[in-house]
């Protein structure tokens, strides 16, 4: 048996990797990420106040009692609007900081893994760390699996036939601009929905979707939650749900 190593390479001193480790079931990851996750010299990951952080979770059965890890705790997270002045300041302080905490790990020679829901390039933290360290430290970024990739999967519906065009829009858009955006799409997923379920269904419902809209709460994960987005009265949505709208495109 080929051991992991050979065939997906290991950690380079002095590199920062972002670390994919896709939409929450660890046997999700890619041979590289989890053999990056198992050979850096430290582990790094965002987490909330008082939690362990996702991505952190989804790997800790690679990750051993000697492991050196970081812990970046959010100063805030939802608890004021992202569009908000007191957010925007708190958060870029936090990530310069957090940058300059992982350029010193990586100056004294390790090698740094910074775990990332999903793909570190799509909706994720790693992207202000990769802004601020590209140019001037060894980066490598390791794509993952999708959250939306994983739940529509679970949901087990197709989300794109023949020339059906895909659009991806958060949640946290206003109300008329979410149902705008939803009328003109063939097939669409809806991100960041939290606090935003109620005003997502309005606008669902408004681009006339309603009946192709699916609802999926943790998907991949232990605790996953599908059904159609119609049935959700009682339900008031998490970080790790979104909606998702098959298109009914070209079937041969």
């Not at 933290?125 to 999967?153: K, N, Q, Y």
């Not at 206003?174 to 960041?192: F, G, T, Y």
């Amino acid at each position: 048996m080929i051991p992991l190593e050979d065939i997906a390479g290991t950690a380079k001193a002095g590199t920062l990797y972002g670390i994919g480790v896709g939409p929450g079931d660890a046997r999700y990851l890619t041979l590289r990420a989890a053999a990056l996750v198992r050979s850096v010299d430290v582990l790094a990951y965002f987490a909330k106040k008082g939690r362990q952080g996702n991505a952190r979770k989804i790997v800790s059965g690679l990750v051993d009692d000697t492991r050196r890890e970081l812990k970046f705790v959010y100063p805030v997270t939802d608890e004021i609007p992202a569009e908000h002045p007191d957010y925007q300041t708190q958060i870029a302080a936090f990530y310069r900081e957090t940058a300059d905490a992982i350029e010193r790990e990586l100056k004294s020679g390790h090698s740094v893994g910074l775990l990332a829901e999903g793909d570190p390039f799509f909706y994720g933290s790693f992207m202000h760390m990769w802004r601020r360290l590209d140019a001037i430290v060894p980066v490598e970024v390791v794509p993952g699996v999708t959250g939306m990739s994983g739940c529509w999967t679970r949901a087990n519906a197709p989300i794109t036939w023949g020339d059906d065009i895909l659009t991806v829009v958060p949640g946290t858009l206003d109300e008329a601009s979410l149902a705008q955006r939803l009328a003109s799409s063939d097939a669409a997923v809806i991100m960041k929905i939290g606090r935003n379920l109620a005003k997502v269904r309005r606008a669902v419902d408004i681009a006339g979707l309603s009946e192709r809209a699916i609802y999926v709460e943790r998907g991949t994960m232990e605790d996953e939650r599908i059904l159609p987005l119609s049935q959700c009265d009682d339900i008031e949505g998490t970080y790790f749900a979104m909606v998702i709208i098959p298109g009914q495109g070209r079937r041969l």
